[in-house]
């Protein structure tokens, strides 16, 4: 192995333990505890963080959770019309998917109308 190589290898190994503690350190912030000390050399961190998860993976909304989010989504939307799904999703901090149900009931009941398509989709109050 040259010189070169030695060195090389030697900065790809401190880049790793310097990444791994990067990525420990900003879990830990995130989860709010202690967090392992090293990681998979093959994880990709994500560059934005998702809503808390509000209820147990694969439970249910209740009809008045799901009434109680189409009511503030519908206030949201009169307050900052023409914003997007990714938009309405930050400022409620509930994740676009849970967003869904809600938007439904109100296309349906003729509440909002909307503007676009697929991403580019702008919700209105009628």
Same mark, same amino acid.
């Given at each position: 192995?040259?010189?070169?190589? !030695?060195?090389?290898?030697?900065?790809?190994?401190?880049?790793?333990?310097?990444?791994?503690?990067?990525?420990?350190?900003?879990?830990?912030?995130?989860?709010?505890?202690?967090?392992?000390?090293?990681?998979?050399?093959?994880?990709?961190?994500?560059?934005?963080? !998702?809503?808390?998860?509000?209820?147990?993976?694969?439970?249910?909304?209740?009809?008045?959770?799901?009434?109680?989010?189409?009511?503030?989504?519908?206030?949201?939307?009169?307050?900052?019309?023409? !914003? !997007?799904?990714?938009?309405?999703?930050?400022?409620?901090?509930?994740?676009?998917?849970? *967003?869904? *149900?809600?938007? *439904?009931? *109100?296309?349906?009941?003729?509440?909002?109308?909307?503007?676009?398509?697929?991403?580019?989709?702008?919700?209105?109050?009628?």
């Amino acid at each position: 192995m040259s010189k070169i190589d !030695s060195l090389v290898s030697d900065f790809v190994v401190a880049l790793r333990k310097a990444i791994a503690q990067e990525a420990a350190a900003a879990f830990a912030s995130v989860a709010g505890g202690e967090s392992p000390v090293s990681f998979g050399g093959g994880g990709r961190v994500a560059g934005k963080k !998702s809503a808390p998860r509000a209820r147990a993976k694969g439970a249910k909304r209740t009809p008045e959770a799901i009434e109680a989010q189409t009511k503030n989504l519908l206030a949201t939307i009169k307050k900052s019309p023409g !914003s !997007s799904i990714e938009q309405l999703s930050d400022f409620l901090k509930i994740s676009t998917k849970d *967003l869904a *149900l809600p938007v *439904l009931k *109100l296309w349906d009941s003729k509440s909002i109308k909307t503007t676009g398509q697929k991403r580019g989709t702008k919700y209105f109050p009628k």
